[in-house]
């Protein structure tokens, strides 16, 4: 069982920036592919981006490429999200998680197995 833990939410302006991480406990994510979805009051779950398990991979929704960038530390079993020039419409609760890596970007939320409670990222305008 591999659980997760969000860290680095907050309130921030517009333009401004945060680093989220995702941190592992009981398991190393040495294995997994990692992805952070966002959810805004109202709407549905999406895709924000995705690394595969040895980091040489990535892949962002057309929203935020450019903006965010997603890295992995597998020693520190720690997945991080830096977040550029933030928007009001980033507004959202924000999770990771992680499916074994099978070889393929995984972009949908239905699969992935594990995920974190969320943190919740605010950008007033």
């Known amino acids: 069982q591999v659980q997760l833990v969000e860290s680095g939410g907050g309130l921030v302006q517009a333009g401004g920036s945060l680093r989220l991480s995702c941190t592992a406990s009981?398991?190393?994510?040495?294995?997994?592919?990692m992805g952070w979805f966002r959810q805004a009051p109202g709407k549905e779950r999406e895709f924000v981006a995705a690394?595969?398990?040895?980091?040489?991979?990535?892949y962002y929704a057309d929203s935020v490429k450019g903006r965010f960038t997603i890295s992995r530390d597998n020693a520190k079993s720690t997945v991080y999200l830096q977040m550029n020039s933030l928007k009001p419409e980033d507004t959202a609760v924000y999770y990771c998680?992680?499916?074994?890596?099978?070889?393929?970007?995984?972009?949908?939320?239905?699969?992935?197995?594990?995920w974190g409670q969320g943190t919740q990222v605010t950008v007033s305008s």
């Open positions: 998680a992680a499916v074994f890596d099978e070889g393929t970007i995984a972009t949908r939320w239905y699969e992935y197995d594990y």
């Open positions: 690394i595969r398990r040895s980091g040489g991979s990535t």
């Open positions: 009981g398991h190393t994510l040495s294995s997994y592919a």
